[in-house]
């Protein structure tokens, strides 16, 4: 009977072992589950962060994109007209608007923060979507390369500013904005004389390099913002 006993004993133990491992199984997967479903819900946070911001960042540079392209339009009129004897039918006031609309240097406002401060966090390797995170890097090269672009631009731009206000008006150029309302300069000078002139012309095609370059660059990164946008659209 003893034995009996203790036989029913240990079934019964054995049972009550097997039913607490059961149970603590079950509280691992629920607690699994539970861990997935807040890992997800972050990643979709990231994402919907991410699709609007470069949501944004694709307006800003269809902006850009077109102030670049009339920019390149201009510099390529005037660097059409440079000859040694430029036969230019235009008024003097015509003329400073064109100039005008080729002296420009447009910067790119973009927004990174999203993807910064992925990188900084370590959250960025955490995304399940390796495309995405292969375009995200893509994306920071291309970003690299737009910045040392725009930089030689800015030289360029820089140094055909500086010649102009050594040879020409300024304040002529300045009427077509918002910022001289005082009207153009009363000092007299030959218009034509740039148009013959081989530092200007120097100084125009340096420009108009960088400004072909930078449309290049750009159009390519909205290439991969429109990929982004792509990868980082969430489903419920």
Do not use: C
Request: hydrophobic share 35%; net charge neutral; charged share 25%.
């Amino acid at each position: 009977m003893s034995k009996n006993k203790t036989g029913k004993y240990f079934k019964y133990a054995i049972g009550e072992i097997i039913l607490v491992v059961i149970g603590i199984l079950i509280a691992l997967q629920i607690n699994n589950w539970n861990e997935n479903r807040k890992e997800r819900s972050n990643e979709l946070k990231i994402l919907n962060t991410l699709n609007a911001e470069f949501n944004r960042n694709g307006n800003t540079l269809d902006s850009l994109l077109l102030q670049l392209k009339r920019i390149e339009q201009s510099l390529s009129f005037v660097l059409q007209k440079i000859e040694p004897n430029p036969k230019i039918n235009f008024t003097a006031i015509e003329l400073d608007s064109i100039l005008y609309n080729s002296f420009d240097n447009p910067v790119w406002k973009r927004s990174e923060y999203t993807l910064r401060n992925l990188e900084s966090s370590g959250k960025l390797s955490a995304l399940s979507n390796e495309d995405l995170r292969s375009k995200l890097y893509e994306w920071s090269l291309v970003a690299i390369d737009i910045e040392d672009k725009d930089t030689d631009a800015s030289v360029g731009f820089q140094n055909l500013l500086n010649y102009y206000k050594e040879n020409g008006s300024l304040r002529n150029l300045d009427v077509f904005g918002d910022y001289i309302p005082e009207g153009r300069s009363s000092l007299a000078y030959d218009h034509k004389k740039f148009f013959s002139d081989i530092t200007f012309e120097n100084m125009i095609d340096d420009y108009m390099v960088y400004t072909r370059q930078r449309i290049k660059r750009y159009q390519k990164a909205k290439v991969i913002i429109n990929e982004i946008i792509n990868l980082t659209l969430t489903e419920e």
